[in-house]
């Protein structure tokens, strides 16, 4: 039973445009969200989080947006850029700070 | 089915004493993973086994060892706890890209 799905396994988008990564949850008790960057051969690097009581968190070129009511969340990355070639893992947690990950969507920046 | 298991899901131990965390996938990922969360979130690398063969070994206290008996399953052997070891540890397994977490391990160490 996937609590943190993303449906997804990989998207491709051109240089210069908007990426928009998109995860789904199922337990309404999660209450902080995270998204992790991954190269290959390294661990996953965390990226930008959001709280629950928040609908959007924006950080340079990241941009998260939350959807409670739909239990989803999406990453965006505006202009995307040849270094944004990766592994996304979005993850949940909620009180007991636990945290369930996503398999991760490979994006692909197309030159 | 679970993907990727872990066990205990939490562990409080004293300082000093000797511990393991299992890890098992039944999904014949030829790659497993352990990894170390900090109190920001942030996950380090501790350790990769490729067909039971270490590939990336990180800079960790030597008193944490890994044990793969067998493709499946890799565990993670902790000598001498000390405070600093609470953490969250979290397995994993991959194959093509594509990378399944464990539930996470909650160490206590007292």
Same mark, same amino acid.
């Given at each position: ?15 210069? *445009?908007?990426? #928009? ?8 008790? @999660? /209450? $902080?969200?995270?998204? $992790?960057?991954? $190269? ?7 990226? #930008?989080?959001?709280?629950? !009581?928040?609908?959007?968190?924006? /950080?340079? *070129?990241f ?13 965006? #990355? ?5 270094? /944004?070639?990766?592994? $996304? @893992? ?9 945290? !369930? @990950? ?10 | 089915?679970? +993907?990727? =298991?872990?066990t ?12 393991? &965390? ?11 993973y ?10 380090? &690398?501790?350790?990769?086994?490729? %067909? ?15 044990? =793969?008996?067998?493709? +499946?399953?890799? %565990?993670?052997? &902790?000598?001498s706890?000390?405070?600093?070891? =609470? +953490?969250?540890?979290?397995? +994993? =397994? ?17």
């Amino acid at each position: 039973d996937q609590q943190v799905k993303q449906n997804s396994p990989s998207l491709s988008v051109q240089e210069g *445009r908007i990426s #928009i990564l998109n995860c789904d949850y199922t337990n309404s008790m @999660f /209450d $902080y969200f995270l998204w $992790y960057k991954k $190269y290959p051969a390294e661990g996953p690097t965390f990226l #930008i989080s959001i709280s629950s !009581i928040k609908d959007k968190n924006e /950080d340079g *070129r990241f941009t998260v947006f939350l959807n409670k009511s739909a239990k989803h969340l999406s990453l965006h #990355i505006v202009p995307s850029q040849p270094g /944004d070639s990766a592994v $996304y @893992f979005c993850a949940a947690s909620d009180r007991d700070d636990k945290i !369930i @990950f996503g398999k991760g969507t490979r994006l692909h920046i197309l030159p | 089915d679970t +993907a990727v =298991s872990q066990t205990p899901k939490y562990l409080v131990t004293q300082m000093g004493n000797d511990k393991s &965390i299992k890890c098992e996938q039944n999904l014949g990922h030829d790659t497993m993973y352990w990894y170390k969360q900090d109190s920001k979130k942030f996950l380090k &690398i501790m350790f990769s086994y490729n %067909n039971k063969e270490l590939i990336i070994n990180e800079t960790v206290p030597n008193r944490f060892s890994p044990k =793969s008996p067998d493709k +499946a399953h890799l %565990n993670l052997h &902790i000598n001498s706890l000390e405070l600093g070891d =609470s +953490a969250v540890y979290f397995c +994993a =397994s991959s194959q093509s890209g594509e990378q399944f977490f464990g539930p996470g391990t909650r160490l206590t160490v007292l």
